[in-house]
């Protein structure tokens, strides 16, 4: 008898220890639920339900209703006309009848997608609501029309970065200038570099080179070639943002000892200008070379420096033309090498393509014989105005 009562008692305060031990699991199972409850973020993402269909969206009402003179041209760039035109370029019309539903998101939208991205800073989920499709589509839209806009323009005539490989192209620029500047008789263009924001690489060595000491950041630099109508005819792309401007335009050195020969363009003091790029890169004159100037040359040599400077404006207009109508670039563009290289010379490519067939471009305009003409009739010259005291460089 005594024998069951003890035994009882063990399995009671076994049982009791074990219902003591579930007790503290749960409640530490419980604890941990909780915590990892509070660090997680609250995620919002955009579904099919959450957003507007592609025939009533934004962009659709955009595309049938907008101004062409003013919303449609500030939002994506082009006109009607220029837009219609790109769409058949990239995506040309099928012959024959297509089965089957059409789909919901057509090429117009994917173009009108694109243009808009390389338009301005906005993140996929504004596009997403412009355009009422859902973040996958947005991506593979957009990706899909970036690799059709550099695989079909870059061999296409108005938007081809195409650098003069006749005598005749390179005088047909170099007269375009000298109605400008007389005494300036064979530039063909006008070179600057520029830097663009680039997102930090896994990569340690690739981080290391795109890490620019300057700007105190990761970049990629790149060179650009703006002819005097405004389009761009050379260009180095995507390089370290370790690189300097001397360094990255090494391509279009090349091209003018090969294909320009006797034919120079206007760069900044960033480029080499003495050695074998003399009277090829030329420019405005240092500040410590002026002082030292001849009393018997001053006046020639600050008049002449005064010309270089006004041409160096041009290229800062190019500049403006690129970064200004297609603000992704102001943008942090992405690491991957390759889909940035992408990026950038699809704009460039945009770029040629919009001012041969929508114009609204400084150089273009500056350099038109019918602004020659207006400066004639009116006498006055809002460029020229800057830099008519020769005597006033210092």
């Known amino acids: ?13 076994i049982l009791s220890r074990r ?6 699991v749960a409640v530490a199972m419980i604890n941990v639920v909780v915590i990892d409850h509070n660090n997680q973020r609250d995620r919002h993402y955009l579904t ?20 062409a003179s003013t919303s449609f041209l500030d939002l994506t760039g082009m006109t009607y006309a220029a837009f219609k035109e790109l769409v058949v370029i990239l ?27 390389v338009g301005s800073t906005m993140v996929y989920k504004h596009l997403c609501t412009i355009f009422g499709v859902v973040p996958k589509t947005c991506s593979d839209a957009i990706k899909e029309t970036m690799l059709l806009v550099v695989r079909k323009l870059r061999r296409h005539p108005d938007a081809e970065v195409k650098f003069p490989d006749t005598e005749e192209k390179c005088m047909f620029f170099a007269n375009l200038i000298r109605r400008r500047e007389p005494s300036i008789t064979n530039c063909i263009g006008f070179l600057d570099g520029v830097s663009f924001h680039a997102c930090c690489s896994s990569d340690e060595y690739e981080q290391n ?18 002819a005097p109508t405004g389009i761009v005819i050379g260009s180095s792309i995507n390089y370290y943002g370790s690189w300097g401007d001397s360094a990255v335009c090494d391509p279009i050195k090349r091209k003018f000892k090969r294909k320009a020969p ?18 090829v890169f030329i420019g405005p004159i240092s500040t410590k070379k002026r002082k030292t100037l001849h009393p018997i040359i001053r006046k020639e040599t600050l008049k002449l420096h005064n010309t270089y400077v006004s041409l160096r404006q041009s290229s800062e207009w190019g500049m403006r033309a690129l970064q200004g109508t297609f603000p ?11 889909r940035r290289g992408d990026i950038i ?23 038109n014989p019918h602004y020659q003409q207006y400066i004639n009739i009116e006498g006055y010259d809002r460029i020229q105005r800057y830099y008519a005291d020769v005597d006033s460089v210092e």
């Open 262 to 279: 006797g034919f120079s363009c206007a760069v900044d003091q960033g480029f080499p200008r003495s050695g074998e790029m003399e009277g």
């Open 1 to 13: 008898m005594k024998y069951d009562m003890m035994s009882s008692s063990i399995i009671e305060g």
């Open 209 to 226: 080179a795109h890490y620019s000491g300057y700007h105190c950041d990761t970049m990629c630099n790149n060179v650009f070639l703006f």
């Open 345 to 367: 010379e699809s704009i460039v490519l945009l770029h040629n393509f919009r001012t041969n067939k929508v114009g609204f471009n400084q150089i273009q305009t500056v350099f």
């Open 91 to 117: 995506y040309p019309p099928t012959v024959g009848v297509v089965r089957g539903r059409p789909p919901m998101f057509t090429n117009e939208d994917k173009v009108g997608l694109y243009l808009m991205f």
């Open 48 to 67: 099919r339900g959450a957003l507007l269909k592609p025939r009533s969206s934004p962009w659709r009402k955009l595309l049938s209703d907008g101004d």
């Open 19 to 24: 219902k003591k031990l579930r007790n503290k």
């Open 328 to 338: 992704r670039l102001k943008s942090r563009l992405c690491s991957d090498s390759h």
